[in-house]
């Protein structure tokens, strides 16, 4: 079974500050989506990452994946009220298995 | 483009009642995708369709779950004679047909069983 750990759980800062969430896992994954999910709605995709050590930036928000396919990492800079929502990272499967594992997620709250 | 749809939005059921939840995948997109949130826990995945063909169902409960994705029409999922450990967030995504293509998601039918 695969598994990924995503950090914090919980983040709440001021606006204009900068901060990084973790993806890890023992497993390899064929790519790496991030998402964001506001209440009661479904996930949103941000950015998909397919290859070992690629880096997207998409304006504040920078996405990296692990050279070994097996993390990942999202950094916003100077982020504002309007960054606020739950952050889920998920792994797709090597193979034929084309399902997506993810990360518990990550509830960011951006302060004014 | 529309994206994925999902309907109902919200359904409330009693307990032994069936319930029926309904993807149309996005337009051009082939492969269907079954996720359950739990409140208070992550997605969780439960079973990966094209037309007309279950392709894993791993993640699906054993007994009173099923799902289809008929030749023509929505992708439905099934749960027979529920109860209140079903109530949860569903969703469905969508992909095309290439390999490590990123799935898209619908927003989401919320089941409440009483």
């Known amino acids: 079974t695969q598994l990924l750990e995503q950090s914090p759980q919980f983040l709440s800062i001021q606006e204009g500050e900068n901060l990084t969430v973790y993806c890890n896992s023992s497993s390899v994954f064929s790519s790496l989506q991030w998402y964001r999910q506001e209440p009661g709605e479904g996930p949103v995709l941000l950015v998909t990452?397919?290859?070992?050590?690629e880096v997207k930036k998409l304006k504040r928000l920078t996405f990296q994946f692990g050279d070994a396919r097996k993390d990942s990492s999202l950094h916003i800079t100077a982020a504002q009220p309007g960054d606020t929502g739950l952050y889920l990272c998920?792994?797709?499967?090597?193979?034929?298995?084309?399902?997506?594992?993810f990360g518990s997620g990550t509830q960011l709250t951006v302060l004014p | 483009n529309a994206g994925v749809m999902q309907n109902p939005r919200h359904l409330v059921r009693r307990r032994g009642q069936e319930a029926r939840l309904r993807c149309s995948p996005m337009k051009g997109h082939s492969h269907v995708y079954w996720y359950r949130q739990l409140p208070e826990e992550g997605l969780k995945f439960m079973v990966y369709?094209?037309?007309?063909?279950?392709?894993?169902e791993s993640g699906m409960p054993k007994e009173r779950f099923s799902a289809e994705f008929p030749k023509e029409g929505p992708s439905i999922l099934r749960i027979q004679q529920v109860v209140r450990g079903d109530s949860a967030a569903y969703f469905c995504?969508?992909?095309?047909?290439?390999?490590?293509?990123?799935?898209?998601f619908g927003p989401g039918t919320r089941l409440l069983v009483l």
């Open positions: 990452v397919v290859t070992g050590g």
């Open positions: 998920a792994g797709q499967s090597s193979g034929s298995a084309r399902q997506l594992t």
């Open positions: 369709l094209q037309k007309e063909n279950i392709i894993d």
């Open positions: 995504a969508s992909s095309p047909r290439t390999v490590r293509e990123t799935q898209y």
